[in-house]
C-alpha cells in the first residue's frame, strides 16, 4: 500500500513478467503454443487447455471500452468521480482499468470507445498500464 | 440428488434485525439457532450437522455445545446458505447426519466479532483490480451494467423501477427495513453512488441472522409446521474477479446453478409460483430472470418496470423486499431462503396464495458463486 492508502501490487512468481514489463512500457500477454489462446491473468500454464506450453507475449496495447462505472465513493489514492473500467484488448483478453486523459463523465466516456495503453509509474518498483482514449 | 427426500422442518431469522449494537457475531448465529430450534421443538441435542459461512463451522458448532458428525464450512459469499442447504440435504440422504443446522449471523454494520470479509481474498483481484481503486462491493458489482445497457438497451428507469417494486413488498413486511413506498424519480434522485448506480440501487448494510434445520423427509411429517422439502438443488462458481467474467450480460454460475437445480427437481418455469433472486444491487433481479430462463435475453428490465413481478403480477419476485428494502447484513442469502421457506408454510405477510413452488436463487461474491433451490410444500 502506498502513503496515500492507495493499493499497490506485490508481484507473485507467475506474474512478475507482467510487472516486469510494464516497468518497460510494455503491457504482457501470455499465449498458449498448443492450442494458440491468448489470455490474462497470468498463469504458468493455459486457461483454455492445460497446457504448460506457453510463452509471454508484449501485447498490440489497444482496445475498447468494454464496459465501467464513476465512482463516486471515498477511495484511498484516488479523487472520487473517477471511472473504473473494464477494457477488451484487441487480442482479447479483458483487463480492468481506470480511464486517464479524459472527463470522468458519462458524455466523455462511450462504450466501446477505442482506447490506448499508457503506464502509470506508482513507485520505484511498480508501473500501473492504464488506458487512455486513443490518438 | 433425490427429489424431495429431505425438509427444512425449522426456519427463523434472529430476534431482531437491522442494529444490534449489543451482539456480538457468534451471538447473533445462536439467537437466530435457538429460534429455529425453538420454531420445530427440537433441542441442540437433536443436532448432529452443522453448516455456516463467513464464520468459523467449528466455533459455532463449540459455542452452540454440538458434537457434529457433519461439518461444512463453505463460505463463497451470500449464497453459501444456498449451497449449505445442497450440501445438508446430500449428507441427511447420505446418512453423514440426521439432522443440520445452518446458521447465518452478521456483523455487517456494527462490526463486533467479526473478522473480515466472509470470502477468501484473491490473489488476481489484489494485484489486477484493487490498484484502479475497487473497494467495496458498489464498486464492483456494478461494473458489467454498463455493457448489458449498452447492448440491451436497458434504461436508468428501468433499473430504477427494480427498488420501486422491491419496496412495495418490503411494505408488507413489518420487519422490513424500508417500508415506505418510493418512485422511480426517488430512486435515480438518490445519491449517486457508482454511476449509474444511485444509493437505492444498493442494498442495505444491516446487523442480523437466520438459522434453519433439515431432516428427512420422512422424520419431517412429525414437527409442528408444515414441511417444506428441497425439491431439488444447483451450484455453481465462476470468478472472483468481475473484469473476468466471461459475458457481462449473463452470469454463467447463475445459468449452470438454475439449470441444475430445475432438472433436479423435475421442474419449468410455469410451475413457479414464487421466486427469490438475491438482490444486492438492482441488475441482480435482472440477470437472475434472464439465466434462470423466466425471460428471454435483454427483457427482463421491461420484465420488471411493466409490473410482472410486483404485488397481483405473474411471478412474484422478491416478497420480503429483498437486499434493498428488507435486509442485507452482507451475506443475504439466508433471508431469500426464510422467505421462500414462510412462502411454502402458508406464512409470510405478504403470502402468496396457494403456492406450492419456490425457487430461491442465490449469489456469492460478485457473480463469483451462485446456488438455487427449489422448495416445495407438497411432494
Ligand atoms: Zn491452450
Redo the contacts with the bound molecule.
Keep these: 500500500m502506498s502513503s496515500d492508502g492507495r493499493v499497490i501490487p506485490t508481484p507473485t512468481p507467475e506474474t512478475q513478467h507482467y510487472w516486469d514489463g510494464a516497468k518497460i512500457g510494455e503491457l504482457r500477454l501470455q499465449s ?1 503454443n ?4 491468448v489470455y490474462f491473468p497470468p498463469r504458468p500454464f ?1 486457461p ?2 492445460g ?1 504448460r506450453d506457453v510463452v509471454v507475449m508484449k501485447a498490440s496495447g489497444r482496445g475498447r471500452l468494454f464496459s465501467y462505472v464513476i465512482n463516486h465513493l471515498p477511495t484511498p489514492g484516488f479523487e472520487p468521480p473517477f471511472a473504473i473500467a473494464v477494457v477488451e484488448l484487441d487480442e482479447g483478453p479483458r483487463l480492468m482499468s481506470n480511464i486517464v486523459g479524459c472527463p470522468q463523465t458519462p458524455e466523455a466516456l462511450k462504450i466501446d470507445m477505442p482506447l490506448e495503453v499508457t503506464f502509470e509509474t506508482l513507485n520505484d518498483e511498480i508501473t500501473l498500464p492504464q488506458f487512455k482514449p486513443a490518438s | 440428488m433425490k427429489r424431495n427426500a429431505t425438509a427444512i422442518v425449522g426456519a427463523a431469522e434472529s430476534t431482531n434485525m437491522g442494529k444490534l449494537p449489543n451482539m456480538s457475531q457468534i451471538q447473533i448465529h445462536a439467537d437466530s439457532a435457538l429460534n429455529a430450534l425453538a420454531d420445530c421443538g427440537l433441542t441442540i441435542n437433536d443436532i448432529d450437522g452443522v453448516a455456516t459461512a463467513g464464520h468459523n463451522a467449528v466455533e459455532l458448532a463449540h459455542y452452540m455445545g454440538i458434537t457434529p458428525t457433519w461439518v461444512d464450512g463453505t463460505s463463497v459469499g451470500g449464497c453459501s446458505f444456498m449451497l449449505h442447504v445442497r450440501h445438508a440435504a446430500a449428507a441427511i440422504e447420505a446418512g453423514l447426519c440426521t439432522t443440520a443446522l445452518i446458521t447465518h449471523g452478521e456483523s455487517g454494520r456494527h462490526w463486533i466479532g467479526r473478522h473480515g470479509s466472509p470470502i477468501f481474498p484473491s490473489l488476481f483481484q489484489m494485484q489486477f483490480e484493487q490498484p484502479y481503486g475497487v473497494s467495496r462491493p458498489p464498486t464492483m458489482f456494478t461494473i458489467p451494467v454498463m455493457r448489458y445497457m449498452a447492448d440491451y438497451g436497458l434504461t436508468e428507469e428501468q433499473l430504477a423501477s427494480v427498488a420501486v417494486v422491491q419496496r412495495e413488498w418490503a411494505g408488507f413486511h413489518p420487519r422490513a427495513s424500508f417500508r415506505d413506498p418510493i418512485t422511480v424519480d426517488d430512486v435515480l434522485g438518490s445519491k449517486m453512488i457508482c454511476y449509474p448506480f444511485r444509493l437505492l440501487m444498493c442494498c442495505l448494510v444491516t446487523d442480523g441472522g437466520g438459522a434453519l434445520i433439515m431432516t428427512s423427509a420422512e422424520r419431517a411429517k412429525d414437527f409442528p409446521n408444515k414441511p417444506v422439502y428441497i425439491r431439488g438443488t444447483g451450484e455453481s462458481a465462476e470468478t472472483p474477479l468481475i473484469s473476468q467474467m466471461a459475458d457481462f450480460t449473463s452470469s454463467q454460475a447463475f445459468r449452470v446453478a438454475g439449470a441444475t437445480a430445475f432438472e433436479n427437481a423435475g421442474i419449468s418455469h410455469g410451475d413457479v409460483d414464487h421466486l427469490m433472486i438475491y438482490d444486492a444491487f438492482a441488475h441482480l433481479p435482472l440477470y437472475g430472470l434472464e439465466d434462470l430462463g423466466f425471460v428471454g435475453r435483454g427483457e427482463a428490465g421491461a420484465f420488471i418496470a411493466d409490473g410482472n413481478t410486483r404485488p397481483g403480477g405473474q411471478l412474484p419476485l422478491n416478497t420480503n423486499g429483498g437486499g434493498l428494502s428488507y435486509m442485507h447484513s452482507g451475506m443475504y442469502g439466508m433471508y431469500a431462503l426464510q422467505e421462500g421457506v414462510r412462502q411454502m408454510r402458508g406464512t409470510s405477510p405478504a403470502q402468496i396464495k396457494d403456492a406450492e413452488i419456490s425457487v430461491v436463487h442465490g449469489v456469492g461474491g460478485m457473480f463469483a458463486a451462485s446456488g438455487t433451490i427449489v422448495m416445495s410444500n407438497v411432494t
Design positions: 498458449c498448443s492450442c494458440g489462446k493455459c483454455e487447455c497446457s
